[in-house]
């Protein structure tokens, strides 16, 4: 997520040099990888370049990106995260990709 955060923050800081950015790189990485769960083999594997995650030898990603989450999380470190994707209501969620996400 940090080689991500990085690329978004570069991305944003260039349109406006002199401005503020406020933004949590690790929640927009969550859910693009949680997104990258349902989506077709291309378009993952565009979300995963983004990520970085196509340099990573683990081929089970996401449990390892739960086990991030879940280290972060703990109450002696005292982080909070929310996170919720929004979908269109005409789309058609894979049932695969439901399961998926409600389990992370």
């Known amino acids: 997520a940090s080689n991500f955060g990085y690329n978004l923050?570069?991305?944003?800081?260039?349109?406006?040099?002199?401005?503020?950015?406020?933004?949590?790189?690790?929640?927009?990485?969550?859910?693009?990888?949680?997104?990258?769960?349902g989506a077709g083999k291309k378009t993952e594997t565009q979300i995963h370049r983004a990520l970085f995650y196509d340099i990573l030898n683990d081929s089970d990603v996401h449990s390892t990106y739960k086990e991030l989450i879940a280290g972060l999380l703990t109450p002696q470190k005292g982080f909070k995260m929310a996170s919720r994707i929004l979908l269109e209501k005409r789309l058609r969620l894979k049932l695969d990709f439901v399961n998926q996400a409600d389990r992370k």
């Open 9 to 37: 923050y570069r991305q944003q800081a260039s349109k406006s040099p002199t401005a503020n950015i406020f933004m949590a790189p690790l929640t927009v990485a969550t859910a693009l990888s949680s997104l990258s769960m």
